[in-house]
């Protein structure tokens, strides 16, 4: 049984916009703290840096809701040096579809190649060759309002290789704050780029921040 805290920052803001067709430059960054391990002074164990820019369609209005589209490119790394690098690349499309009180989203994408290393530890190359063996090649999120609780899961499966991994968090407001309770649960591959290849059990509690 293993204890951190977990800290992330997301940020989207919108560069260029026409004919409602809108350009956004995205960021998130995980960090992983051990603050329950004093005898180690407490270190970060994985900061993971997210940035990616897409372009979102128009929303496309039907009798059985709403559709909108993204495409974008990101990439995804932890900072770290040789053994302990992670990295990787990829372009993607996604599709939106919202209705009253429930919002999905269904993401697909294609990782840019990378040369293969020449030689154990070789600062240069893939440093995650087979991360595609759990992260998959596509994920679905969704999100559901009731009131003021918020339900929120992602879910991710690589069929031929029965890898892949789930997330539900439920948050509610806090009486006489800005900030929201939140529970966590995490089960499967991927939660943190150093663990993508370790399948992770998690519960968590802590608090949001949403403007």
Request: charged share 25%; glycine share 8%.
């Amino acid at each position: 049984l293993e204890k951190e805290a977990k800290f992330q920052l997301s940020i989207k803001q919108s560069a260029f916009n026409y004919r409602n067709y809108h350009l956004y430059f995205a960021y998130t960054q995980r960090s992983f703290w051990q603050v329950y391990d004093g005898e180690d002074s407490r270190p970060f164990r994985e900061t993971n840096y997210n940035p990616e820019f897409f372009i979102r369609s128009p929303e496309f209005e039907t009798d059985f809701g709403e559709f909108d589209g993204d495409i974008g490119a990101e990439h995804e790394s932890n900072g770290a040096k040789e053994y302990y690098s992670r990295s990787w690349n990829r372009v993607y499309f996604q599709v939106r579809y919202r209705y009253d009180i429930l919002l999905l989203q269904y993401k697909i994408w294609y990782r840019l190649p990378e040369s293969e290393k020449k030689f154990t530890g070789d600062p240069e190359g893939d440093d995650n060759p087979d991360i595609h063996k759990y992260f998959g090649y596509s994920e679905l999120r969704g999100s559901v309002s009731l009131a003021e609780l918020q339900f929120t899961f992602l879910g991710r499966l690589n069929i031929s290789e029965n890898k892949g991994a789930v997330e539900l968090n439920l948050s509610y407001p806090l009486p006489g704050t800005s900030m929201y309770g939140y529970l966590h649960y995490w089960n499967g591959y991927g939660e943190s780029l150093i663990d993508y290849n370790r399948s992770i059990i998690k519960l968590g509690l802590g608090l949001l921040f949403v403007r």
